[in-house]
């Protein structure tokens, strides 16, 4: 209240752009004797930069197999500058949410906490202030629904609804950034013991 809006929205941003930089200096020091491999690698290249219809792509392996790894080499910027070595700056928007630590309300209470995950991962690469204006517009969508589950008696509409304002409101987030996005949800085993 005291420093003004324009500080403090250069302040978080500052955050969040520090944090972004030391979950990257983290990934970059765990990929110190990463093997690439290059059939994964095709399949990140198609899902990335790809023109066909592939928009997801799923990878399964037994614990240890490098699928972690894997997830790191693409959300450093390795990826980018191992495959596009050509552009100026490859790097593209990657964020992980792992279900291991999204708030255990997920998904009853919360629905929208595995995009809020997304998000705020995906708010380092928000350079303009249509981006920052459009995250918050999704965060009011989220905290609106998910103070409508919270209440005692609510409306099952109103929440379907508010939902479907939420996710809207992510995808125009997401717009706003520049492409490609890309998602990650780690750990998706977790969701079938629902």
Known sequence: EVIGG???????RAQ???????RTAEDLHHLWHYQRRANVE???DELVYGRDETWMLHLLGDAGAGKTMVIRYLASGRFAADHRP??????????????????PRYPEQR????????AGELLAFSGTRASERS????????DELHEELARTGRDAERGDRLLSVAVA???AFTN????????????CEELAKL
């Open 6 to 12: 324009p500080l403090t929205d250069s302040a978080r």
């Open 16 to 22: 969040w752009r520090i944090d972004w930089a030391n």
């Open 42 to 44: 095709e399949a990140l």
């Open 86 to 103: 050509d552009w100026g700056h490859p790097r593209f928007p990657v964020a992980r949410a792992d279900f291991d630590h999204l708030d």
């Open 111 to 118: 629905p929208a906490e595995v995009l809020l995950a997304l």
């Open 135 to 142: 995250y918050r517009r999704f965060q009011d969508a989220t």
């Open 169 to 171: 409101a992510f995808a």
């Open 176 to 187: 706003e950034l520049p492409g490609p996005v890309v998602l990650v949800l780690d750990k």
